[in-house]
């Protein structure tokens, strides 16, 4: 295999702020079928297509739920302090959480509970932290370790353990920011995006996606599964975008992750313009500030492109 050309810093960027806005467009259109089954959703909406808000929170157009929000703590802690803090994410999930967010996951909630209590940076590991609370958030770590495999590694289970300590989970959690890394960097997606994602699966089995068991849950292996299945049988971000949530489930965050990948993949360009003037303008202007931000600091890459 080819190795890919590394990109200019301008077209890594513009990668970066397509995956952290496709993340939350993916969010914002997903709560809308939260919690419904596909015919469920195929009864009320037809196919749903459009950033209407509603759902299960009674959400306004446009707004984003813990998925984006989550997210954006972890990349304001990374400004704010400079660099990789843990600490600093905590105590940005603590106030986020002290804010009373519209949405919060049970293990995140009680996780970052364990942190203002008791100043707890890493839960004990549980058979029940294989949701998706931690891979739903891994993105600016992904974007701030860019090009260096051992920091994502390391950054990402940190961040994730505050609230998920399950090998399920970490592997879900490298493994993204892995395939982010490699679609900042020009990978392509039926190339070596695909050939890393079939040789994951064949070292975690339990991931298996073809053919698609069709579960979209919030348990990290159905999460895992909806993504791939729908990044790789489609060619558009829209494509993608729209057959994810319509699987109902836990579509906020299956949505979110398949915005990330196929933002990364697509780049901003590759958005649905309609899209991109629903979401929430403050959301959507600090997202891709952040994006821009946590790259351009990477040490990793600035090696890189230097």
């Not at 596909?38 to 209407?52: A, M, N, R, S, T």
Request: charged share 20%.
């Amino acid at each position: 295999m080819q190795p890919v050309p590394i990109p200019d810093r301008k077209q890594i960027v513009e990668k970066a702020k397509g995956a952290f806005v496709g993340l939350a467009i993916g969010d914002a259109l997903g709560a809308t079928t939260e919690f419904m089954t596909p015919g469920e959703i195929k009864l009320q909406y037809g196919v749903h297509q459009q950033i209407i808000g509603k759902g299960w929170l009674y959400l306004k157009p446009g707004q984003v739920t813990d998925d984006t929000q989550m997210s954006v703590c972890i990349g304001r802690a990374i400004e704010k302090s400079g660099g990789w803090d843990l600490t600093a994410v905590a105590e940005e999930f603590a106030d986020w959480v002290k804010g009373r967010p519209i949405d919060v996951g049970s293990t995140c909630a009680r996780g970052i509970r364990n942190y203002i209590l008791h100043q707890t940076l890493e839960v004990a590991p549980s058979r029940w932290s294989a949701g998706n609370g931690a891979l739903m958030r891994m993105l600016p770590v992904a974007l701030y370790t860019l090009g260096n495999e051992d920091l994502l590694a390391r950054y990402v289970v940190e961040q994730a353990h505050i609230t998920h300590n399950n090998p399920l989970s970490d592997a879900a959690c490298i493994f993204f920011g892995r395939l982010l890394h490699e679609a900042l960097m020009g990978a392509e997606l039926f190339g070596r995006l695909l050939a890393l994602t079939k040789s994951f699966v064949k070292n975690h089995p339990d991931f298996a996606y073809n053919p698609y068991p069709g579960k979209s849950s919030a348990y990290v292996v159905d999460t895992v599964q909806t993504v791939f299945h729908f990044l790789f049988s489609t060619d558009n971000f829209e494509d993608c975008l729209v057959g994810t949530v319509n699987q109902g489930g836990d579509a906020d965050t299956t949505g979110a992750l398949a915005g990330m990948l196929a933002g990364a993949v697509y780049g901003v360009q590759g958005i649905p313009k309609r899209w991109l003037k629903r979401l929430d303008h403050r959301v959507c202007s600090e997202v891709d500030a952040l994006a821009a931000y946590l790259v351009e600091r990477s040490p990793a890459l600035l090696s890189l492109t230097d």
